[in-house]
């Protein structure tokens, strides 16, 4: 239990959005991920190479500091209605 809360002592931004359960967790993710799919296409519409390993980005060296301003900029898209789930879902539902 120490080094859980040692854990959100250090990280009070995100620390609200630990032990919310299993569906708030799975939304997370996913939320994660959809953002950096939406990296990835603007990559892919400025025909910037690059390869997706989970949620990080291989791209040449070159284009670094572009990908991290858009990272940073990125906005969460909800394409599969992902949003409205979370909302109706209890945790340990399926």
């Known amino acids: 239990?120490?080094?859980a809360q040692a854990f959100l002592d250090k990280?009070?931004?995100i620390a609200d959005?630990?032990?919310r359960g299993k569906a708030y967790g799975?939304?997370?993710?996913?939320?994660?991920?959809?953002?950096?799919?939406?990296?990835?296409m603007e990559l892919t519409k400025k025909n910037i190479p690059c390869l997706r390993i989970?949620?990080?980005f291989v791209i040449p060296s070159q284009y670094?500091?572009?990908a991290k301003n858009m990272i940073?900029?990125?906005?969460y898209?909800?394409?599969r209605g992902i949003s409205k789930d979370l909302s109706t879902k209890k945790d340990g539902d399926t």
């Open 1 to 3: 239990m120490d080094i």
């Open 11 to 13: 990280h009070p931004k």
């Open 17 to 19: 959005y630990y032990n």
């Open 26 to 40: 799975d939304f997370i993710a996913c939320w994660e991920f959809d953002i950096a799919f939406e990296v990835l």
């Open 54 to 56: 989970c949620n990080s």
């Open 64 to 66: 670094e500091e572009l």
């Open 72 to 75: 940073d900029v990125a906005s």
């Open 77 to 79: 898209v909800d394409r």
